[in-house]
């Protein structure tokens, strides 16, 4: 091949590749005129260009030695022609009746070389001659080489601009999703506990009402107001402590727990003494699967905590005269507590929120005792710092099976 030709495919590859790379059109709009004036043997270039769709013309770059300014094109001009005809326009002979100044002056010949892709317009490289120039076959075919190249690079770096941005719009997105759904929870939350406290605050005031009430009618015995306060200020006692476990952050153990070996069998017998009042007010069994020795390093009191919502939930949701069976499961690495109950079940449209702080489902439920929807939120929470997990499968009408899975090597405390 002859030695030009090969030196021309050469530099006009490594600008391509060059500009692949560039994050500047600047510097690809540079390379490219500067490519050009090589492989045209021109004596200067520069490049019109159109940064937006919709701008007109703007010089984006000239080539060190251009001897004057370069206008903006005209209309009708050469630039127009080769615009339209989206082909380079080639003039060996410039006129200088055609110029608002004397341009022959600074060249005698030019190439107007279109940069385009289907409709869109970019820009146009401009080579030109100090002395006149003939155009042979060979550099019309070169010119057309160097606009499809310079097109085909732009339009890949604008592709990848647009990418860019997607994915930079996406990422953006998704944070703010977030941000919106951790503000959202927490809006909830606030609300949820407002809630919660209102209602036994509410009972007080009214009892001291009564107790205090000077219209005439008998106030109420003071021991009855105090029976009635002392019991809301229990409700609003354990409401706190259960909110404070939970609200402590995730992963972090509070301080006052303790990691030590428990014997699960041990405390199930506990918790289930403890429960069996509650469950024979209803007349449910509590049966407790016998299962050999099974220790597990963990927190007691929190374990107990988690034994015995469960519990305390399968009596509560349980029919008169049902049962409740309580399992403890050894496999391979992890030990899998079990509570199943035959009581009122729980919906599909429940399931997935029965964990959540202050979800109630069967509200209307009568149940003895005020419910806050926090009994399984802190399952999960004593399950997960222990490295565990819970699950449920549950059909209403037929009960429901809770199961704590939780690792026997839990992580350290
Ligand atoms: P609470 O019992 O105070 O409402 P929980 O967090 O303990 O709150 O339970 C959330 C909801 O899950 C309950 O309101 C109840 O509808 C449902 N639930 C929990 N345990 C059971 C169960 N064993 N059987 C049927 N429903 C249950």
Known sequence: MDKTISRRITLLNKTILDSMAEKDIMVIIRNFTEVGITILDADFGFAWWKFQDHEEYRLAYKSQNTPYEPTLPREKAGNYVARTTKKPFFDSHVKDDNYEFNISKYLKSYIIIPI???????????????????????EQGWAISL???????????????????????????????????????????IANATHEFRT????????????????????????????????????????????????????????????????????????????KTLAHKKRIALKVKPSP??????????????????????????????????????????????????????????????FERFYRANKYYPTSGRRTGLGLAIVKWVAEIHGGQVSVESSKNKGSTFSISLPKEPHSP
């Open 200 to 275: 036994p605050l509410a009972i007080i005031k009214g009892n001291v009402d009564l107790g205090l009430q000077s219209n005439g009618k008998k106030p109420k015995s003071p021991r009855s107001v105090f029976r009635a306060v002392n019991t809301e200020i229990k409700h609003l006692s354990e409401i706190l402590s259960d909110l404070a476990m939970i609200t402590s952050e995730n992963g972090r153990l509070n301080n006052d727990m303790t990691f030590t070996e428990v014997d699960l069998g041990l405390l199930t017998k506990r918790v289930v003494k403890r429960c």
């Open 293 to 354: 020795n099974i220790t597990i390093l963990g927190d007691r009191a929190y374990l107990e905590k988690l034994l015995t919502n469960l519990i305390h939930n399968s009596i509560t949701y349980g029919k008169e005269k049902g049962k409740t069976t309580i399992e403890t499961i050894d496999t391979d690495r992890h030990i899998v507590l079990k509570v199943v109950d035959d009581g009122i079940g729980i919906s599909k449209k429940d399931l997935p929120h029965i």
């Open 116 to 138: 385009y892709y289907n409709d869109l317009i970019y820009g146009s490289l401009v080579l030109c001659y100090k002395h006149e120039h003939i155009f042979t076959d060979d």
């Open 147 to 189: 606009g499809n190249s310079t097109a085909q690079t732009i339009t890949i770096h604008r592709f990848i601009e647009k990418e860019q941005e997607n994915i930079k719009k996406t990422t953006m997105l998704k944070y703010t999703w977030k941000l919106l759904q951790e503000e959202k929870l927490k809006t909830e939350f």
